[in-house]
Structures are given as C-alpha cells and as structure tokens.
C-alpha cells in the first residue's frame, strides 16, 4: 500500500513594530484670523504643498457656531495652494447615535470614493467624540488608511476621545463593543469651540478630569475640588486648564503602556458607565455615566478600606458641586431572581474576560479586584443613595448626592474653610 509522503517545511515567525508619533496642538480660534498653527504644524512634520483635503463637521457643532463653516471655508481658501479642498465642508449628524449603526461609515466611505481620496490625502474631523469615532472607523478602512486629523470639540473629546488611538462603535448593544486602532495623523485642540457648549456637554468632560486626577495624580485632585464651583461656572481660564492638564495625563499614561489605548473598559468607573449608557439606551451622556461609576467604585474602596472617609466625602462633593451625578436610577434594577443587575454586570464581566475591576487605592492610585465582594458593593450604592436628592436634566432623571455636612460642604479642598472656590 502506498502511503503519500507529505513535506515539512519549518514554522516561519512574523514580527515587526510599529511605531506612531503625532501632535496634538492647543490653540483658540484654530480657523480665525491669522492662526497659523494647521499649517505650521503640518510643515513641520515635512509637508509643502499641494494637500488634498476633505473635511467632515458635525452638525451639532455647526448648529452652536452658526460662522464656522464659512470661518473654515475661508481659513483654507487663504491657505491656498498648501491646501486644496475637495469640496465644501461635508455637515454630517454627530452624537452618540451615529455609533450605533454603519450609516455615517458608509456615507464617510462614499466621500472617500467620490472624491478620490487616497492615503495622502489628509481628512479634518471636527466634532464631537462619537463624531470622530464613526468617521475614524471609516477613513481607517478606506484606501488602506486616510490620514484624519482630528479637531475634537467637546470637553470630553478634547479630554480623551479626540486625542487617543482607538476608534469604537457600538455592536451588539454593547458600548464600544467594536473598536479598531487608527491614531490620528494629528490633533488640534481649539478651547474657543467649548464656548458654545450647552451646560450637560460642557460638565460631561469634567468627569473625566476627575478620573484621572483620582488615579494619577493627587495634586491634580485637589485642584479640581478646590476649583468645582469654577468648572460649574464654566470659567474659562479654569477649565482650559484642566483640559490641558486631563488631556496631557491621558497622553503620558499612553505613552507608558504596552497597549496605549486611552479608554479601555477596565480603567476607573468605566465599566459601570458603560453599562449605564447602554442601559438607558445612551440617553445618559458618557460623562454623567462616568461620573456614577467613579463614585460608585470609590464608594467600594470606602467600604472595603483602600479610600478613607474624608478622601470619598471629598471627591463627592468636588463631583456634585462641579454640577456632576453620582446616582443613577439604574443602580437600583433587579434582575428577576433579585439580583442588582449592575452587580451581575460586574461578576459576568471578571468571570468571561481578563480584565479587573479598578478601584482607587487612596488618593492618585488604583489597584485591581478580580473577586468582588458583593455586600460591600451594594452597601456602597446604599451610601449614595441614602445620601441623593432627585434632579432632572430634561428626560432623563438623575440622581446627586447631597454634601455629608457643612464642614464637608464649605471645605471641599481639604485645606481648610478659607480655601479659594
């Protein structure tokens, strides 16, 4: 009997790094007036002239600064020839909702294909997070790759959305279930377009700042407490400043990891915001969700002891006077045999992925929790429900705590009744 010999060839081992390096510029009235920092900063990096270029603007955006397309219309018509635009401004709708379905990628593909734009061509993003993800995904699928330039125009996207590595959409009705890695080929931060924000929008990106003050940076803490009622106010140089900073730390940390995405589901009160998002069918915004799971996680590291008392009181207060929830509706479902389903959220999620549940470790630190400790969980969403008032923020009824005492109430930075607010 004949047996057929079959030859072995030995194991071939692909490896190569890839390396990504790009700005991102903090500037006020990026497309006014002589502000030359687009084209010196695309000179720079070794560009002359001609570029061809497409822009996408969110509607929302367009809508709160009724001159911006004609201002952007203008500022390349002056930059000509460096740049050659395709075609007018393209107004697209933005918000969360474009996450949820493949429209605004397949109509971003179609811009790509009409236009004939290719991998040298450069493509300005302006709008909101959701905005840049949906378009992020499409241009980093077109022609092997658009270089996109992101111009992120929200405290939150300015914070962290606009200035990371990762696009998401959201599959499966899960938030940010499909996510690809598509770094900008640079990031223009303008504060001149947070002016015109609407209060929820404007504060929604503050929660982020306090994210990442409580894991990184104690000093950073402190400010924000002692200056909520400013960010609550929206003044303007205080706010500029904590985007910079916010955004600065996001970048470092990046930079640091192995894996430089800047908002895995795992960081500080994300899982539980994510889950709140989708849950309310994401008419909660990310930053009102984000600041319930910041809350609810520290109030667990109370129970449990890695935060004292005065350090949780604290952060409480900095998030309810900065004009941030720290109570949500949700926290209190049951599933049918009884169970909080926020806490089932949590146990399936250690159980079925690698990823801990990040919790603060005192101030400026986190440490991870693979096995939850139920009853301490939910006596921490009793402490701050047994501590809220009800407020409304148009349809969606959201929860706040109310300051501990007076003490805790008129000494939100920790330094005394004569610490500046």
Known sequence: ?????????????????????????????????????????????????????????????????????????????????????????????????????????????????????????????????????????????????????????????????????????????????????????????????????????????????????????????????????????????????VVHKTATLHLDRARASSEPTLDDGSSLGCRVAHWLETRSGYKLPHGHALSVGIALNASYARHTGSLSEADFS??????????LPVWNRFLETRSEKGSLEVTAMIARSLQNTSEPLMVPDGLGALKAISHLDFKAFEKGIGVLRGHCRKEFSGDRRLFVVTPWNKTAQTDLSGQGAHADQ
Request: aromatic letters at 10%; proline letters at 4%; one cysteine or more.
């Open 1 to 241: 009997m004949n047996r057929t010999r079959f030859q072995v060839f030995p194991t071939y081992t692909q490896e190569f790094h890839t390396h990504h390096s790009y700005p991102v510029c903090f500037t006020n009235n990026l497309f006014t007036g002589t502000n030359q920092t687009i084209r010196q900063t695309l000179t720079k990096m070794g560009h002359d002239a001609p570029l061809r270029c497409a822009i996408l603007v969110d509607s929302g955006v367009v809508a709160r600064n009724r001159n911006l397309v004609k201002q952007i219309i203008r500022h390349f018509q002056k930059e000509h020839p460096f740049f050659e635009l395709c075609h007018a401004p393209f107004i697209m709708c933005g918000g969360e909702s474009v996450k949820n379905s493949q429209r605004m990628v397949e109509e971003t593909a179609t811009i790509a294909h009409a236009h004939g734009l290719t991998q040298e061509s450069l493509v300005f993003v302006v709008g909101g997070g959701a905005f840049l993800d949906a378009a992020g995904t499409a241009l980093a699928q077109c022609r092997g790759g658009i270089k996109t330039i992101n111009v992120p125009t929200s405290t939150l996207s300015q914070c962290a959305a606009g200035i990371g590595t990762m696009r998401y959409m959201n599959t499966r009705g899960i938030k940010n279930f499909s996510g690809i890695t598509a770094p900008p080929y640079a990031v223009f931060i303008d504060f001149s377009l947070l002016r015109t924000l609407p209060f929820e929008h404007h504060i929604s990106g503050m929660a982020e700042a306090f994210k990442m003050a409580l894991s990184t940076d104690t000093e950073f803490f402190t400010f924000l407490v002692k200056k909520a009622r400013k960010l609550r106010q929206n003044d303007v140089e205080t706010v500029e400043k």
């Open 314 to 323: 604290r952060l409480v207060n900095g998030l309810v006077t900065s004009g």
